[in-house]
């Protein structure tokens, strides 16, 4: 009766075993292709996904927060004969605000927004955005946010935030902005976003 | 005589070698083989599939800082950790580097207002061989009703038993209260 290798059960062949040359050259063959085939498939590029958000999200005067929507893949790894999902998503409408992760693991995320100086006369204190697990900030996994809303110099503001996030599949993750004003209920319109995720472990 | 092959050494019988050395020879290839590719191919993989990661967190409560001052942000929660990166009873403030390599590091904390927005406050990345790289942080304004809240994100080579941390600084000209620190480590390399 042949053995077998203790990692990848490779089949060879043992003193009491005929001398079947081929047979067991065939065995040890077929051995190896499946072994390399199977490490192959997980050696691919880890699970990562980038949205981009092109429509302008506005913050109106009454809120002041506003979960910004996504309209664009610019990538999404997808590898159907080892998962048949996509690392996030997909997207189904211009409207996505939330991301759904179809695999478990710690992710890396990364987002970064622009957005438009505002006027003075607007008395826009803060601006700024915090990244949402399942829809919520509580507990808070990151946010970043400007006091300079109001320089002249300085037309555009780009405001980032990352964090290491623990994540079970079907979990979702969005992007939501801030806008907070001393005084009155003027709209804030953030432009241009992206959402970067990024597969650091499988659990 | 057994050969090798040229890049993986590989054990193969040299032509004319006796036939009655086939079980042996048999058994050799397939072992080398199998060895090769466990310790070659599949560690790495699995490495590479399950980098050392750790976060750590203050998702309640605030640490105060004095106005011109360092002070390191501490964490009560240890939100994940795959390489005893973090020990939270031993310190509430260091990222222990096991593993050398490339790191992704990022971190967040929010300023609390306290009616004045005198001055600005800064989260500067350091570790214990120096500021990383040299150095990575951010500053913003201070408001006076409302949070100020900082991140900053960068790649740095660490190497075994280096250790990372974060701390703020301003120049606020009175104490301050800092909120909702996070700081996330995770190798790419």
Not at chain 1, 49 to 78: E, H, K, R, S, Y
Not at chain 2, 62 to 75: E, I
Request: proline share 8%; aromatic share 8%; with cysteine.
């Amino acid at each position: 009766m042949p053995g077998s290798t203790p990692n990848f059960a490779l089949p060879y062949a043992l003193p009491g075993d005929p001398a079947d040359v081929p047979f067991f050259l065939q065995g040890l063959a077929e051995g190896v292709d499946t072994a390399l085939a199977g490490l192959e498939a997980q050696a691919r590029p880890r699970y990562m996904a980038q949205f981009l958000g092109t429509i302008p999200n506005v913050i109106p005067g009454t809120a002041t927060l506003g979960t910004f929507t996504w309209q664009t893949t610019d990538f999404n790894t997808l590898y159907p004969d080892f998962f048949p999902e996509p690392a996030v998503g997909p997207l189904t409408d211009a409207s996505t605000t939330a991301l759904k992760v179809n695999l478990p693991g710690f992710w890396f995320i990364f987002a970064s927004v622009q957005v438009p100086s505002t006027a003075a006369s607007a008395n826009v204190d803060e601006l700024g955005c915090e990244i949402l697990l399942n829809g919520s900030a509580a507990p808070q996994q990151c946010r970043s946010s400007t006091h300079e809303t109001t320089t002249a110099g300085d037309p555009t503001h780009l405001i980032d935030a990352s964090a290491g996030i623990l994540i079970a599949p079907g979990d979702t993750i969005g992007l939501r902005g801030i806008a907070r004003r001393s005084a009155g209920n003027a709209p804030v319109t953030f432009s241009r976003r992206s959402i970067t995720l990024l597969r650091m472990t499988q659990t | 005589m057994t050969m090798n092959t040229p890049n993986r050494n590989y054990p193969y019988p040299e032509y004319g070698e006796a036939a009655n050395g086939f079980p042996a020879q048999d058994q050799a290839l397939a072992t080398a083989i199998d060895t090769d590719l466990q310790n070659n191919l599949a560690a790495p993989i699995a490495d590479a599939l399950d980098e050392p990661s750790a976060r750590a967190s203050r998702p309640a409560g605030a640490q105060v800082v004095a106005t011109g001052v360092n002070g390191t942000l501490s964490y009560t929660v240890e939100n994940y950790d795959n390489d005893a990166i973090v020990n939270l009873a031993g310190s509430a403030t260091n990222f222990t580097i096991q593993t050398p390599g490339v790191y992704l590091l990022t971190g967040s904390v929010n300023a609390q207002p306290d009616g004045s927005a005198t001055g600005a406050a800064a989260l500067i990345m350091q570790s214990s061989l120096g500021t990383v790289p040299n150095p990575v942080g951010s500053s913003r304004n201070l408001d006076n009703d409302k949070d100020t809240s900082i991140s900053c994100t960068t790649l740095h080579q660490a190497v075994a038993g280096e250790v990372l941390t974060l701390f703020v600084r301003h120049n606020h000209g009175a104490n301050l209260n800092f909120s909702i620190a996070q700081f996330t480590v995770t190798r790419i390399s």
